[in-house]
């Protein structure tokens, strides 16, 4: 994070940010920033795998679960598509069955 703001122009050094707890996640975090001995701040850092993942969190987008919807929805299409297939198979071996 320190390195994040200090390439945007701003001076942190990384003994002042206090991680209450490590970061795994997709999301927007909030993390305490000790400028001073008496002047914390709080920032909220937006963790993403892409500038546009970025500015879709930003927005207020969960997209860690709109990415398993679209998954999701992927895989019901796909179900469909494999069933359907199978159903013209299967007509079409009972249509030349009968000729």
Known sequence: MADAVNAGGGKVERSMVVL????KTLGLHEVKVRLHAEVPI?????????????????????????????????SDQAAAD????G?????????????
């Open 20 to 23: 209450d707890k490590p970061i």
């Open 42 to 74: 709080t920032v909220t850092l937006n963790i993403a795998r892409s500038t546009d993942e970025a500015e879709r969190q930003a927005r207020g987008e969960d997209v860690v679960n709109a990415q398993f919807e679209e998954d999701r929805i992927a």
């Open 82 to 85: 494999l069933l359907e297939g």
């Open 87 to 99: 159903a013209g198979q299967i007509a079409a071996e009972f249509t030349d069955a009968e000729a």
